[in-house]
């Protein structure tokens, strides 16, 4: 008869599997002198660690946790988990380390094992998530502010409820579609022409026609394409009821251009646009000329000017330079 296949040792056999995962074993005496180690992080040693001490091999604050968290063990008996960072290459590298006493079959405390696992990319996850958490919660903030201060202009200009109701929630719409495209892009903010396209373009029988574009067009951060969003919403709801847009074949004219001023490079932007009533009826002292000459210029560190006559109307902003960058 053949003889039968030896059995393997299922103790090296596991240490071989153990190569493949992020699980290292360190185990040590008494006198925390290791007695053997395997899949040792490269973080902490790229040589065997064999008959080494903690100290001789990790960063002393580390080793020292280390060794008083297996003091504590050996005295209690009692299984402990801590967390670990060690400076690495490219950053620092964490590990969670569970501590657990060895025991002689008397029952007697002879050394004290450490499994270690790699938690390096949970922890960066962790600071990725709380990081955009943060984010969230400044630019949610920001945004109640915007809205806060809309509501507060939006009654003070308000004949009555219904009035107040109607143009608030227009605002509040001209918000929400620009926060959707600052969403899409991860927060990075808005293109202009994009925003101009969202923000005028729904008061337009044909985009193509009614809007006439010229010029750069940049990307906004967050906070210009929120502002200079509630501009064009005011721009567009005035011309849709005074102005070009409210003839089938009027156009506006959006002119925009990154002007290298000396030692202030700004974006210009100037919307025109004919009219065909007096300039009594349009340049009311309402929330729209007050966000356009007043909150959205304020809000951008810039500067605007709204210029009327009875034939024209022709808005400038001026936006300093950190508020959009080039694509």
């Known amino acids: 008869m053949g003889s039968m296949p030896s059995t393997p040792d299922r103790g090296s056999s596991l240490l071989r599997a153990l190569s493949n995962t992020g699980i290292s074993i360190t185990y040590c005496d008494l006198e925390f002198k290791v007695v053997w180690a ?17 100290t001789d091999f990790l960063p002393s604050g580390v080793a020292n946790d280390l060794i008083r968290a297996k003091h504590d063990v050996v005295a209690t008996g009692v299984s402990r988990k801590l967390e670990i960072c060690i400076p690495a290459e490219g950053g620092s590298a964490w590990f969670a380390i569970w501590l657990d ?28 998530l709380r990081t955009l958490l943060r984010e969230v919660a400044h630019r949610s903030k920001n945004l109640l502010a915007i809205i806060q201060s809309i509501a507060t202009q939006t009654g003070r200009h308000a004949e009555n409820v219904d009035g107040f109701l109607s143009r608030f929630r227009g605002r509040l719409q001209s918000l929400a579609s620009t926060q959707d495209l600052v969403t899409s892009s991860n927060w ?10 969202g923000q005028v373009g729904r008061y337009t029988a044909d985009p193509h026609r009614n809007i006439r574009i010229e010029g750069d067009q940049p990307y906004l951060n967050p906070n210009a394409a929120l502002h200079i969003g509630l501009a064009l919403h005011e721009l567009a709801v005035n011309s849709v009821s005074y ?36 300039s009594r009826s349009v340049g009311q002292r309402r929330f729209g000329s007050v966000a356009l000459e007043r909150v959205v210029p304020a809000a951008l560190n810039g500067s605007a000017k709204l210029e009327l006559t009875d034939t024209k109307l022709t808005y400038s902003l001026l936006v300093p330079e950190g508020s959009y960058e080039t694509e």
Do not use: F, Y
């Open 243 to 278: 102005g070009a847009l409210a003839r089938p074949d009027g156009h506006v004219t959006i002119t925009t251009q990154i002007q290298a001023r000396p030692a202030v490079p700004a974006l210009s932007i100037k919307w025109s646009e004919g009219i065909s009533v007096s």
């Open 188 to 197: 990075r903010g808005a293109s202009l022409m994009e925003l101009i396209v």
């Open 101 to 128: 006493v060895d025991r002689t079959p008397e029952g007697e405390i002879c050394g004290v094992m450490a499994t270690a696992v790699d938690i390096t990319d949970q922890k960066h996850r962790e600071q990725t």
């Open 38 to 54: 395997e899949n040792i992080p490269s973080a902490w040693s790229r040589h065997p660690v064999d008959g080494k001490q903690l």
